[in-house]
């Protein structure tokens, strides 16, 4: 149960989580390129056993399905999103009568790696997911 606790307050901290650069250290964002899933290390959630990691999967209708895996325990909520510029609005719901609003500010973007920076401080990195040929 504490590390269930554990998981769902840190995808609420990131999704409260609001960042920003200066016009000038702002790079130009292909849209394209963020849809599809996206993986790294789970946010601020550390396992005793097992796998620890988040994916987003970002699809072009403006949907996002985030899922956090800590160990045995997943977590998963759905959303909606927005990319204005280098600006990544999401929102979800946190609970029945709460919804969560993070604005993220893009540094990178290729066909490969995702970052941006969190709170002004901290850089996180994705690594895009390579989906499976039926």
């Known amino acids: 149960m504490r590390l269930f606790a554990s998981v769902f307050l840190a995808l609420g901290f990131f999704l409260l989580s609001t960042f920003q650069l200066t ?3 702002r790079p130009a964002i292909d849209a394209k390129k963020l849809i599809g899933k996206w993986e790294g290390d789970a946010v601020g959630v550390k396992a005793v056993d097992g796998e620890n990691k988040t994916i987003f999967e ?3 209708d403006g949907v ?3 899922k956090v895996i800590a160990g045995n325990v ?6 909606k999103y927005t990319l ?4 990544l609005t999401i929102i979800t719901q946190l609970g029945k009568d709460k919804e969560a609003k993070s604005v993220a500010t893009i540094t990178k973007l290729t ?3 995702l970052e941006w920076l969190n709170n002004g401080k901290m ?3 994705w690594k895009r ?3 499976e040929k039926k």
């Open 23 to 25: 016009a000038d250290e």
């Open 58 to 60: 970002f699809t072009a």
């Open 64 to 66: 996002i399905k985030l």
């Open 74 to 79: 997943t977590i998963s909520n759905d959303g």
């Open 84 to 87: 204005e510029g280098d600006k």
């Open 111 to 113: 066909d490969t790696e």
């Open 123 to 125: 850089t996180e990195k």
């Open 129 to 131: 997911v390579k989906e």
